[in-house]
C-alpha cells in the first residue's frame, strides 16, 4: 500500500480539531478541580454553621436559665417574658 500525503489544509483540519480537544480537556479539568474547591468550601461553611448553632444552643440555655422562658429585643436589650 503506498503512503499519501494529507493536503495541507486538511492537516490543518485535523490539527485545529486536535487542539480544540486539548483546550477542552483542560477547561474540563479546570472545571473538575473548582468544583472541588466549591464542595470543600461548602463542608467548611457546614462546620461553621453547626458551630453557630451550637453557640446559640449554649446561650439560649444560659439565659433561660437565667430569666426564664421569653424573647430578647437586640434593638432594647430588654427580656420580654412569655
Same mark, same amino acid.
Given at each position: 500500500?503506498?503512503?499519501?500525503?494529507?493536503?495541507?489544509?486538511?492537516?490543518?483540519?485535523?490539527? $485545529?480539531?486536535?487542539?480544540?480537544?486539548?483546550?477542552?480537556?483542560?477547561?474540563?479539568?479546570?472545571?473538575?478541580?473548582?468544583?472541588?474547591?466549591?464542595?470543600?468550601?461548602? $463542608?467548611?461553611?457546614?462546620?461553621?454553621?453547626?458551630?453557630?448553632?451550637?453557640? #446559640?444552643?449554649?446561650?439560649?440555655? #444560659?439565659? #433561660?436559665?437565667?430569666?426564664?422562658?421569653?424573647?430578647?429585643?437586640? #434593638?432594647?436589650?430588654?427580656?420580654?417574658?412569655?
Amino acid at each position: 500500500m503506498d503512503s499519501k500525503k494529507l493536503t495541507i489544509e486538511e492537516l490543518s483540519k485535523i490539527r $485545529e480539531l486536535k487542539q480544540q480537544f486539548d483546550d477542552l480537556t483542560g477547561v474540563v479539568g479546570n472545571t473538575e478541580i473548582q468544583i472541588m474547591d466549591l464542595q470543600l468550601k461548602k $463542608e467548611q461553611l457546614k462546620i461553621t454553621l453547626h458551630q453557630l448553632q451550637q453557640q #446559640e444552643k449554649v446561650i439560649t440555655q #444560659e439565659l #433561660e436559665e437565667k430569666y426564664g422562658n421569653g424573647t430578647i429585643s437586640l #434593638e432594647s436589650g430588654e427580656f420580654l417574658p412569655k
